[in-house]
């Protein structure tokens, strides 16, 4: 079964030895002397196993695999420990850390590893073939909300929509806007059409099939994504047929393959069953005490609901100002890991807004283009790992 390997090991020879005879096997080799190294080329490259000889020098094995299993991009990559050291205790304690064989070097280890790494790539296949399963029957919902105002809900729902859309450009993505009274992301994409949430939501049940939601919504040509717009004024947001968002929500995610949700600041009757049924909630905040203390509030009352903590991802967005908490502040006032930071802008933000651009396209060098390709990566990793388990 031909895939791509990652072997770290301090020792050169001992490293060039085991890649040449797994090159000779057909598979893809990639070498790293150190464990940030590493880490660095695991998570670039995503290779289907990795194979860690404990003997490292800037970080223990433990630490190793305790790093990978904590980030969505490789909690699912199977690791082999291959050791010189025969001693249980050392297995034992590799295993807890996440490794799923610990193999000794012997003169049999070869082939030994030979059978592991067969064993272990078919087994991960399994698990990847049944991950698409289940996207293919049911599209993943992603929750974007936040507690207060001014946060840049919207705008980072769009572009990390965008970005969701290049890491997976075979996948059909739609954004709806669900803020009331007024929609947001209209604004910030340039949509003039002249469908939108309240006249799609006054149609009959009948008339809006999957089929019909996968053709009628437009795919705006530079974010490459297709929306629902929302409300494009107070009065017709009163016009709003509220009774029928859950059910256009359930045939959006039989149309495409990711459905992001701008719920806002909205925790109304209709918004709950969408943030409990959500594959992933999205809790945006800035850096100010008063919402960082409500975002608190709010993530202690989603956990009432049934929402957990490792289907919740929080975005700490810097980019509307320097003043607040830090990031580490900020999290022992929540009491929930902050997956993301978004760094101060200036004005950059607005500017990519004011003109419907993406950010990652109007200033592709940014710091802040990396970071939102990052945060749509980690949230499709954790996203479609939970539907798979």
């Not at 205790?89 to 059978?115: M, W």
């Not at 016009?239 to 149309?255: C, M, P, T």
């Not at 919740?312 to 580490?328: Q, V």
Request: with cysteine; proline share 5%.
């Amino acid at each position: 079964m031909p895939g791509s390997i990652l072997i770290i090991d301090g020792d050169l020879i001992s490293r060039h030895y085991l890649g040449r005879a797994l090159n000779n096997e057909g598979y893809h080799i990639l070498q790293a002397a150190s464990g940030k190294e590493g880490l660095i080329i695991a998570w670039r490259d995503r290779p289907n196993i990795v194979i860690v000889d404990p003997v490292i020098t800037d970080l223990t094995a433990e630490q190793l695999a305790t790093r990978l299993r904590s980030d969505a991009r490789t909690v699912k990559t199977p690791l082999i420990a291959l050791s010189s050291d025969p001693q249980p205790g050392r297995a034992q304690s590799c295993k807890l850390a996440g490794f799923n064989e610990y193999l000794v070097k012997t003169p049999q280890a070869i082939p030994s590893l030979l059978e592991t790494i067969s064993r272990l790539m078919g087994a991960n296949a399994v698990i990847e073939n049944d991950v698409k399963v289940a996207v293919k029957e049911a599209g993943l919902s992603f929750v974007f909300m936040s507690a207060k105002g001014g946060t840049g809900t919207s705008s980072l729902c769009a572009n990390i929509a965008m970005n969701i859309k290049q890491i997976r450009p075979d996948a059909r993505v739609v954004v709806v806007d669900l803020v009331l009274p007024i929609g947001s992301i209209a604004g910030i994409v340039g949509y003039q059409g002249d469908k939108d949430l309240v006249s799609i939501a006054q149609l009959p049940p009948s008339e809006t099939s999957p089929e019909f939601l996968r053709k009628a919504l437009m795919e705006l040509a530079i974010w490459r994504f297709h929306l629902l717009a929302g409300s494009p004024d107070p009065e017709r947001g009163n016009q709003l047929v509220v009774g029928r968002i859950s059910e256009l929500v359930s045939g959006l995610k039989s149309a495409y393959d990711f459905v992001l949700l701008d719920l806002g600041r909205s925790l109304s009757h209709f918004c709950l069953p969408l943030i409990e049924h959500a594959d992933l909630v999205t809790l945006v905040m800035s850096t100010d005490l008063s919402t960082i203390t409500l975002t608190k509030t709010v993530w202690d009352y989603l956990q009432t609901r049934g929402v957990k903590a490792d289907s919740t991802y929080i975005i700490m967005n810097r980019s509307i100002g320097l003043e607040g908490l830090s990031k580490p502040e900020a999290e022992k006032i929540i009491g929930i890991p902050i997956k993301s930071a978004m760094p101060y802008l200036g004005g950059n933000f607005a500017l990519a807004n004011n003109q419907h651009q993406p950010y990652s396209l109007k200033f592709p060098k940014d710091t802040a283009s990396i970071i939102l390709k990052d945060a749509a990566q980690q949230m499709l990793d954790i996203a479609i790992r939970l539907r798979a388990a």
